[in-house]
């Protein structure tokens, strides 16, 4: 049984048409890549899944069970609920000023009693050794740098162990050289337990980590497959138009 399961999901806003129904799945351990242009309704997949909008139509099923289902009228704690089997890595990190590095990676977890105070700080600085960050749990986010404050947002989502953990373009707001470290970490996590979507236009780094290759464009998904189908054989002329698009800039 997949992991997870999208059916047909729509949105959207006014009468701009964001998702004109988007239906995949996903089998637990594998990395999703999803690729295409600005406003093909990329961020706004991100944002249902993560019950950040609400989609007209359509349905999200997660081991089995139906998290969404239009129609259905669901309770802030019921979404709440939901929300806990993703995790989402923005593009801008969005950490708490306020709260350093460790507490940015503890506080979710503390406010929903998830251990003890010193379980959560073990938890903490194990999650920050992993992305390389053990030298800077006192700091504050202000004192990182971009690539360090990125490691830091997926420590903090590590720290609530979503089953699929999701990235929104997780690099473009870095210079190129801190980008590297970044997809270090996103590609170090790959494994049985990690499964994950991520958004991005770094297509070398799409192609050596994804099992899975999304094409989005005008709300729809204009191609999936293996990294080979897709960038190597794309059956689409949008597709093909796309990558070749994408090669020319760079
Ligand atoms: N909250 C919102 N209210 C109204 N329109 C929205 C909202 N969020 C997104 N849109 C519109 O939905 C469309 C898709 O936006 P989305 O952010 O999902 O695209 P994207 O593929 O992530 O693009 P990019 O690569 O630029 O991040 C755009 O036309 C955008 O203007
Ligand atoms: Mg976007």
Do not use: W
Request: charged letters at 25%; aromatic letters at 8%.
């Amino acid at each position: 049984m997949a992991l997870l399961q999208v059916e047909n999901l729509q949105k959207c806003f006014g009468n701009n048409k964001v998702l004109k129904g988007v239906s995949f799945s996903l089998e637990k351990g594998q990395v999703l890549a999803i690729i295409g242009s600005s406003g093909s309704g990329k961020t706004t997949l991100l944002r249902c899944l993560n019950f950040l909008e609400t989609p007209d139509s359509g349905e999200i099923i997660v081991n089995g069970k139906t998290l969404f289902s239009a129609g259905t009228k669901y309770t802030d704690d019921q979404i709440r609920e939901n929300r806990l089997h993703f995790g989402l890595v923005f593009q801008n990190f969005n950490l708490f000023p306020q709260y350093n590095v460790l507490q940015n990676v503890t506080l979710a977890p503390s406010l929903l009693n998830k251990g003890t105070a010193e379980e959560l700080d073990e938890l903490g600085k194990k999650l920050l050794a992993q992305v390389g960050l053990a030298d800077k749990l006192e700091s504050y986010p202000c004192q990182l740098s971009g690539g360090q404050q990125q490691r830091v947002a997926i420590a903090r989502a590590l720290a609530m162990h979503p089953e699929i953990l999701c990235f929104d373009e997780p690099t473009s707001a870095l210079d190129p050289e801190l980008t590297g470290e970044v997809l270090r970490v996103i590609r170090s996590l790959k494994g049985e337990d990690s499964t994950m979507i991520v958004v991005t236009h770094e297509m070398d780094f799409a192609r050596s980590v994804a099992d899975v290759i999304i094409y989005m464009a005008d709300g729809v998904i204009e191609e999936i497959g293996t990294p080979e189908e897709v960038f190597d054989n794309p059956k689409s002329e949008k597709t093909r138009a796309f990558l070749h698009g994408f090669r020319e800039s760079f």
